[in-house]
C-alpha cells in the first residue's frame, strides 16, 4: 500500500469514526456512552495524520516527477540493488530466498493490507447491527447485583421494570414484592430452544464495549414467540411452576404474559432501563 493510500485509509477511518459518534449515535451499539469523548478525540488524531499524510505524499495521487528525479523509494531500491551485487557470491551458495526477499518495490505493502478499507467502508456505508439473539442464546446466567434491599414497587398496574430488577426480585425479594403484581418489561426475543411453547426477552449489558456483554433474560410463557430480535414489550406476572419458591435462589426466573407489543429498538440497546408506561 502506498503511502498517499495509508494517507486516504487515515482520513476514511477519522471519518467514520467521527460519523458515528458525532453525527450519530451508532457507536453505542459497540461501546459504552462514556466512551464518547474518547472515540471524538481519536477520530480527530487521526484526521490531523491524514491530513500531514497527505500534503506530505499528495492526494488522491501522488505526486509527479520531474525527469530524473528519484522518489527516497527508488533510492532505498538502488542501494539495495548495489548490496544484492556485492553479495551475489553469498547468495549462491545460500540460495536465493534473500534476494527474492529484497526484490519487491519498497514503496507498496503486502495486498492484504487493502482489506483495512472494508471496516471502515463499512461504517460509513452500513454500520453493523448492536449484539441481539444470536449472542444472548450463547449466555447461561443472569448476572444482576445482590441487593441489599428493595424499594417498594411502583404503585402504577402494571409495574414498569427492568429486567435485572425483575431478576433480583425473583431470586432475592425475601418480602416477595412480586407476588399477585403485574409488571411491564421491555427487551428483545430470543428463542428457547429447551422448551417448546416458551421464549426469552433479553437485554445485553456492557461493562466498557460489546465485546464484554453480558446477558439478563426472562423465560416467557403464554404468548406465541414474535420473530428473534424483535424488541417487545412484555406485562404479565411471575411464573411460578418448574422451581423454587418466589425469593429464593431457585426460583424460576419467568413470566406469565398476558400482552406483548412490538417496540422500536432503544437508542442504547446495551442499557437495562425501566420501561415508560404507554
Known amino acids: 500500500m502506498r503511502r498517499h493510500v495509508q494517507a486516504a485509509l487515515l482520513l476514511l477511518t477519522g471519518s467514520a469514526v467521527l460519523h458515528i459518534s458525532v453525527l450519530s449515535q451508532v457507536y453505542l451499539r459497540y461501546v459504552k456512552e462514556g466512551l464518547r469523548p474518547f472515540l471524538v478525540a481519536s477520530a480527530v488524531l487521526l484526521l490531523l495524520l491524514g491530513v500531514v499524510g497527505a500534503v506530505r505524499d499528495g492526494l488522491p495521487f501522488a505526486p509527479r516527477r520531474t525527469a530524473g528525479e528519484e522518489t527516497d523509494d527508488e533510492r532505498t531500491d538502488d542501494g539495495q540493488a548495489a548490496d544484492d551485487g556485492h553479495a551475489a557470491d553469498d547468495e549462491h551458495q545460500h540460495g536465493h530466498g534473500h534476494g527474492h526477499e529484497h526484490g519487491h518495490g519498497h514503496d507498496s505493502g503486502p495486498r492484504v493490507a487493502w482489506l483495512l478499507f472494508l471496516p471502515v467502508l463499512a461504517l460509513l456505508l452500513y454500520a453493523p447491527p448492536a449484539l441481539g439473539s444470536y449472542t444472548a442464546a ?17 404503585e402504577a398496574d402494571p409495574a414498569p421494570l427492568a429486567l435485572s430488577g425483575f431478576i433480583a426480585r425473583v431470586q432475592q425479594d425475601r418480602d416477595r414484592s412480586l407476588a399477585g403484581r403485574t409488571v411491564l418489561m421491555t427487551g428483545f426475543v430470543t428463542p428457547a430452544k429447551d422448551r417448546a411453547g416458551t421464549w426469552y426477552l433479553t437485554r445485553l449489558v456492557v461493562s466498557c464495549c460489546a465485546a464484554d456483554s453480558r446477558s439478563l433474560r426472562v423465560r416467557v410463557h403464554g404468548a406465541p414467540a414474535p420473530p428473534a430480535d424483535t424488541w417487545v414489550t412484555v406485562t404479565g406476572r411471575w411464573h411460578p411452576g418448574g422451581g423454587g ?17 412490538r417496540v422500536a429498538e432503544p437508542v442504547n440497546p446495551y442499557q437495562d432501563t425501566t420501561p415508560l408506561l404507554p
Do not use: Q, S
Open 138 to 154: 450463547r449466555e447461561t446466567d443472569n448476572a444482576v447485583a445482590r441487593v441489599a434491599e428493595f424499594d417498594p414497587l411502583p
Open 245 to 261: 419458591a418466589l425469593g429464593t435462589a431457585t426460583a424460576p426466573v419467568a413470566i406469565d404474559a398476558r400482552t406483548v407489543r
